[in-house]
């Protein structure tokens, strides 16, 4: 199951340099007042992702976050959140320690 959700990919890559907030978001004033603090600095799903930006690591747009044990996990895109909710929770533990040590 891991293979398929990571095999999937993301969409990140079309928004650069604005992180979570892709291009849509970056036109929009004030979408950095909508962020919530994260346990991650980078993606859940895609590790090699960022979550947020440069200034702000561990902050990700509300529809970009999941509540799992008690902790907002991040995404670095729209894609993710979806593939995370389609993991078991041992993948979802495994791909959270993968990304929760990483450090921006």
Do not use: I
Not at 7 to 20: D, F, L, M, V
Not at 52 to 78: H, I
């Amino acid at each position: 199951m891991l293979f398929a959700v990571a095999g999937a990919g993301c969409q990140q890559s079309s928004k650069k340099e604005t992180g979570t907030l892709g291009a849509a978001a970056s036109a929009t004033a004030g979408a950095t007042d909508r962020r919530v603090n994260v346990v991650n600095a980078f993606c859940a799903v895609m590790d090699e992702h960022p979550v947020g930006t440069d200034k702000a690591p561990y902050m990700a747009l509300p529809e970009n976050v999941r509540t799992y044990r008690g902790k907002k996990v991040g995404f670095c895109c729209d894609d993710c959140p979806a593939q995370w909710d389609a993991m078991t929770d041992a993948d979802r533990d495994a791909s959270l320690a993968r990304a929760a040590v990483k450090k921006r």
